[in-house]
């Protein structure tokens, strides 16, 4: 079994949203988002892949489909597979959101099978 420290992948950046893998298997996929000041990703989505969307820190802005919604710290969001999704600081103080895909997104180029 192989633990990781989530903080240790919390940094940011001025000119962009950072994002880091926290972990990727055959099966599932996760990703530490750190966002500040009116940065943002998305949308984006993917045709075979549930996610679930969870504000560790901070207040993001979601958009799922047509569904918006404020979330707070501890909050979390399932977003069913082939929903675009965007999410945007919503707060002065600095965003981390954990993303979690099942299965993991397909690779960039590739058809859906």
Do not use: Y
């Amino acid at each position: 079994m192989k633990t990781k420290d989530i903080r240790d992948l919390v940094w940011f950046a001025e000119d962009e949203p950072r994002h880091e893998t926290l972990f990727e298997s055959e099966h599932l996929w996760a990703q530490v988002i750190c966002l500040q000041h009116a940065q943002g990703v998305g949308p984006m989505s993917d045709e075979r892949s549930d996610a679930i969307v969870t504000v560790l820190a901070g207040e993001v802005a979601a958009q799922a489909g047509r569904s918006r919604s404020r979330m707070g710290q501890w909050e979390a969001l399932l977003v069913p597979a082939g929903t675009e999704l965007t999410l945007k600081n919503a707060s002065s103080e600095p965003t981390v959101v954990l993303l979690t895909l099942a299965p993991p997104p397909a690779p960039p180029g590739s058809s859906p099978s």
